[in-house]
Structures are given as structure tokens and as C-alpha cells.
């Protein structure tokens, strides 16, 4: 069973700059998550999708971010503009029932 | 609101030795509660979770944990470490409920094994 996919692995971009990073989750999985993990800090929701709806995206900080689930597979994460306290590693992780499966991250660092 | 405290950020122990990382939670309800691993560079991969029943959970890598519920804990023991065992472990809390969950992490246990 391929696991949660997520490119690119790292990104190096500059403030202000706008960034996006993608998803794919386990096969016929119906929930979705992205996680924001600061370095020294454990994962932190941003936002959860059940198929293509949103469930949660309280911690989403909507004036920058934004996320989309269309045809509830694939996902994408966007950072416009991008800020030096958005460095972090995104996680995205699926499930179909308690148990959330990682994908490896997307290493951003904003300069 | 639901929260996770991990006292230790940083534990060394030697290879071979007994191993027991500390958990905390505060959860007004019954709740999940889960211990994760991170490799550097990798993903969070689940080393065990509970949720009701026996309160001694066995997982992945010979890792074990215990939910006490008086002390509103939940920590992670080894009877004897391997040098692969050095990572970042996380516990984690959710809700007592039927599907999706949101977790709420703890910032994390880092492990150093000494040969």
C-alpha cells in the first residue's frame, strides 16, 4: 500500500513570495489533514478535510493560507504572501478511520 | 480545551538500557491517546494508541504504554533500547469519538541513544 505522498520535499523561498505544496493521500482514504510542526514544536492542525469539505480550519491563518480538496483526493496548500515565521515543516497525513498516516513533509524555509 | 505536556525535551540513555518518556494530558472526556515517532526527515509513524480496555497497550518496535488515569497520564516505556530508536517521540490526544479525529501533539521527546 503506497503511503501519503507530499512535494516538493524542500523549499527555499523569500519573504513576501507566495509557495504551494501538494498532497496525495493514502488511496480511499476520506480524511485529510495539514499539519504545521515549528521546529522544536510538535505538529499543530491548520486544516481538516473529510472528502472535499472542510471540517476544521480554525488554526488556519485564512488572511495567508489557503487549502483545497478538489474531488476529495489530492490537496493543495498554499502560503501567499509567505512570512519568516511561516518556516516550518508541513505535514500532511490522511485517515480512514482513527489512525493518521504521514507523509514525509515539505521543508520550508522562508529568508 | 485539550492540551499535551511532555517534561522532557531531551533524554540520553545507553543502548540496552530501560527507557520511559512522560506524558501528560488534561481532556475533560474519555480520550485518545496516541504515541507517534520521527525520524529525521521522516513522518510521524504511530508506535501505539488507547482508547478503552486494558490500560497496558503494547506496540510497534517492542514499545509499550500505560494509561493512568488518575495521574492524567500516559507514558511510553522500552525494557531495552536500540541505537535505531533514536528519535523524536511525540504523544498525542483526541477525542472520544467515531472517526476522524483532530490530535492535539505535545512538543516532543527527543532520544539520543549513547553506544
Known amino acids: 500500500e503506497a503511503g501519503v505522498a507530499q512535494s516538493p520535499r524542500y523549499k527555499i523561498i523569500e519573504k513576501r513570495q507566495s509557495v504551494a505544496f501538494w498532497c496525495n493521500p493514502i488511496?480511499?482514504?476520506?480524511?485529510l489533514y495539514w499539519y504545521q510542526q515549528i521546529l522544536g514544536q510538535g505538529p499543530k492542525l491548520l486544516i481538516q478535510f473529510q472528502n472535499n469539505g472542510v471540517v476544521d480550519d480554525s488554526q488556519l491563518p485564512k488572511d495567508r493560507f489557503s487549502a483545497e480538496r478538489l474531488k476529495g483526493v489530492d490537496s493543495t496548500l498554499k502560503i501567499q504572501p509567505a512570512k519568516l515565521e511561516d518556516s516550518a515543516v508541513y505535514l500532511c497525513?490522511?485517515?480512514?478511520?482513527?489512525?493518521?498516516?504521514f507523509g514525509p513533509g515539505t521543508r520550508l524555509t522562508v529568508t | 480545551a485539550q492540551s499535551v505536556t511532555q517534561p522532557d525535551i531531551h533524554i540520553t540513555v545507553s543502548e540496552g538500557a530501560s527507557l520511559e518518556l512522560r506524558c501528560n494530558y488534561s481532556y475533560g472526556a474519555t480520550p485518545y491517546l496516541f504515541w507517534y515517532v520521527q525520524s529525521p526527515g521522516q513522518g510521524l509513524q504511530l508506535l501505539l494508541k488507547?482508547?478503552?480496555?486494558?490500560?497496558l497497550v503494547q506496540g510497534i518496535k517492542g514499545f509499550e504504554a500505560e494509561f493512568k488515569r488518575s495521574q492524567s497520564s500516559f507514558n511510553l516505556r522500552k525494557p531495552s533500547v536500540h541505537w535505531s530508536d533514536a528519535a523524536e517521540y511525540f504523544c498525542?490526544?483526541?477525542?472520544?469519538?467515531?472517526?476522524?479525529?483532530?490530535?492535539?501533539f505535545g512538543q516532543g521527546t527527543r532520544l539520543t541513544i549513547n553506544p
Open positions: 488507547y482508547f478503552s480496555g486494558d490500560t
Open positions: 488511496s480511499g482514504h476520506a480524511t
Open positions: 497525513a490522511s485517515s480512514q478511520e482513527v489512525e493518521q498516516y
Open positions: 498525542a490526544v483526541g477525542p472520544w469519538a467515531q472517526g476522524a479525529q483532530k490530535l492535539v
